[in-house]
């Protein structure tokens, strides 16, 4: 997937939306409903001059610094800068995170764990300073969190909505609403061409329990 959103990228097709190798050299419209973030994060890398299997490593080794990194400024906005410090090192070095990485392999999750406390410090940013490069950048990840994952993204986007209702602000509110707008060249096709693949019914076709992990796994991924 990385591959191909590279090659759509450098021919010109901005957002990228079909997958040219795939289906047998055919193309697949897979962009389209597959949350792009982390794949812009890894093609970034790749344009950079890294090797694409190089570039998978190094964006799950930033996307769980971002993580570690985004836990420990919105907790210091709650808790002590001890207590801050202990949170960002346990959410980065969490067993889920080693299970994503070294077992499913899912970047995406990876990079939807690492932008959602940023989304939720920046409001807390936001608010405390009231600035438009604040809220520039409360739009910015709210919309990273939108773009990071398919089913994830709409539990952490409800979850961050509710946060910033919270604080009774009605910039707060709309800012965060305007995320929706600036991730709406993957949210809308995707929504609205959903219908047009058997992506529903296979995913019915999955059973759940198949998913559990083993001790083992957690951290490691045996053959």
């Known amino acids: 997937r990385v591959s191909d959103f590279s090659v759509s990228i450098a021919e010109g097709y901005i957002p990228p939306r079909m997958a040219p190798n795939f289906s047998h050299q055919r193309g697949y ?21 890294m090797g694409i299997p190089y570039a998978l490593k190094v964006s799950f080794f930033v996307a769980v610094l971002t993580a ?28 889920y995170m080693g299970t994503e990485i070294f077992v499913r392999g899912n970047l995406a999750e990876v990079w939807f764990l690492a932008v959602f406390p ?8 936001y608010v405390r300073l009231k600035t438009f ?3 520039a950048l409360m739009i910015v990840c709210g919309a990273c969190v939108l773009l990071a994952h398919n089913v994830l993204s709409l539990v952490g986007f409800a979850i961050i909505l509710l946060y910033g209702i919270t604080y009774r602000n009605a ?34 076709q999955t059973a759940y329990t ?12 045996p053959i």
């Open 68 to 95: 570690g990194m985004g836990m420990w400024l919105f907790m210091k906005n709650h808790v002590t800068e001890e207590g801050a410090l202990v949170s960002g090192l346990v959410y980065a070095t969490s067993a």
């Open 29 to 49: 419209p897979v962009f389209n409903h597959y949350a792009p973030l982390a794949y812009y994060v890894t093609a970034g890398l790749h344009f950079a001059g």
């Open 118 to 125: 940023l989304a939720l410090w920046s409001i807390d940013r």
């Open 210 to 221: 198949n998913h559990f992990l083993c001790v083992r796994q957690i951290w490691n991924s």
């Open 133 to 135: 490069n604040a809220l």
């Open 171 to 204: 910039l707060v509110i709309a800012g965060i609403l305007t995320s929706i707008s600036l991730a709406g060249s993957y949210l809308f096709p995707s929504l609205l061409e959903l219908s047009q693949t058997h992506a529903q019914s296979i995913a019915l």
